[in-house]
Structures are given as C-alpha cells and as structure tokens.
C-alpha cells in the first residue's frame, strides 16, 4: 500500500514539473509569428480549417487554449484527428505573439 502511494506522489510530482507555466516574457515574439505562419495557417485558412489569426481570439482565449502546455489546443485538434506538435518554446513563443497581436490587444495581427 505504501509502496503504491510513494509512487502516486512521484507521478504528480512529475507531471507537475512538466507542466509548463505559461510565461510570454519568456516568449519570442517574431518567431512566435513564424510559428504561426509556418505550422498553423497551413490549415486555418479557410480551406482545410476554419481561417483563424491571432485577431480571431482575444488574450484571454489564447491563454486558455495554450497554458498546460497546450492542453485546450491539443484536445481541439485531437478531436479533428489533427496533431500539432509545438514545444514549451515554441508554445511560450506563440503565447507572446497571439498576445500582442489578439483581438483586444492595440494592434491586432492578422498575420497575413
Ligand atoms: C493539420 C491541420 C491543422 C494545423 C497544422 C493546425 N490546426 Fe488548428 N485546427 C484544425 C482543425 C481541423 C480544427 C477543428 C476544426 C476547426 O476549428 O476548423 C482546429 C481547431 C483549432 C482551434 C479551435 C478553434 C475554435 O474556435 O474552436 C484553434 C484555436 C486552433 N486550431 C489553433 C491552431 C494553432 C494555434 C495552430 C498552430 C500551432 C494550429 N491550430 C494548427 C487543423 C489544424
């Protein structure tokens, strides 16, 4: 019994380090856009996915899809049998660009 609960609490201990904590000033904010370009537009222009820019959503949506290390994001894509892969870089990256450029920021990008 013990030996099972010593290892439950390695587990979570774990899987909370890897959990990533969600930090844009840690972001790139230029190679954020280059994420965006090169492994998210190819689909969300409006053929094979739905169009979507960082303009589409505002701050607080992106955060929501991107923190847990993309947990929201992977689950959405899951479900379209579509599997995106980004790492804790590029997820923070990413974060910093739909930051500055979301619906409800000053200058909301369209990344076109
Ligand atoms: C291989 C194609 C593909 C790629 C690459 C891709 N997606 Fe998607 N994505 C989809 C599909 C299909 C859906 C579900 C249907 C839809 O929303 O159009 C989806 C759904 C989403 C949603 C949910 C939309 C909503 O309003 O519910 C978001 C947000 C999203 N993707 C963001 C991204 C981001 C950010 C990237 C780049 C890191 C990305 N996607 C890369 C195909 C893709």
Known sequence: MKKVLILVCAILMVSSLSAL????????????????????????????????????????QWKRYLKDNAKKLN????????????????????????YVGALDSEKPQTCD
């Open 75 to 98: 689950r959405k894509h899951k479900r379209a049998n579509v599997e995106v892969k980004l790492s804790e870089k590029d997820i923070n990256d990413l974060w910093a660009f739909c």
């Open 21 to 60: 904590a969600l930090d844009r000033k840690k972001g790139d904010i230029a190679h954020g856009k280059k994420i965006f370009r090169e492994q998210c537009k190819s689909c969300h222009n409006g053929k094979k996915a739905k169009k979507l820019t960082p303009a589409h959503k505002t701050r607080a």
